[in-house]
Nanobody, 114 residues
């Protein structure tokens, strides 16, 4: 019933920007908290940002002021605008939907070069 498909990853230089998208094929999207997580090779998956059904947002300290999470309930899509990217932002970014169960996308790779 729930499918999450990320897009928008790629290679950028430090200081550049990327916009990630997560398209959800789920009727519960509009009433679900959404989020973005990331995981670098050999490291634990970490929370990047979340957004509730009413638009309240939270960010990891490491991305605060640089990243913006948003959602379009009509399009059932979650976004992550990433500005002023740093090499340490390099990771696979995962879309997440929280309901009675947790659902994950397959991830999209973001690589930031020095």
């Amino acid at each position: 019933q729930v499918q999450l498909v990320e897009s928008g990853g790629g290679l950028v230089q430090a200081g550049g920007s990327l916009r990630l998208s997560c398209a959800a094929s789920a009727s519960i999207f509009s009433i679900s908290t959404m989020g973005w997580y990331r995981q670098a090779p050999g490291k634990e998956r970490e929370l990047v940002a979340t957004i509730t059904m009413d638009g309240s947002t939270k960010y990891a300290d490491s991305v605060k002021g640089r990243f913006t999470i948003s959602r379009d309930n009509a399009k059932k899509t979650e976004y992550l605008q990433m500005n002023s990217l740093k090499p340490e932002d390099t990771a696979v970014y995962y879309c997440h939907l929280r309901s009675a169960l947790d659902y994950w996308g397959k991830g999209t790779l973001v690589t930031v070069s020095s």
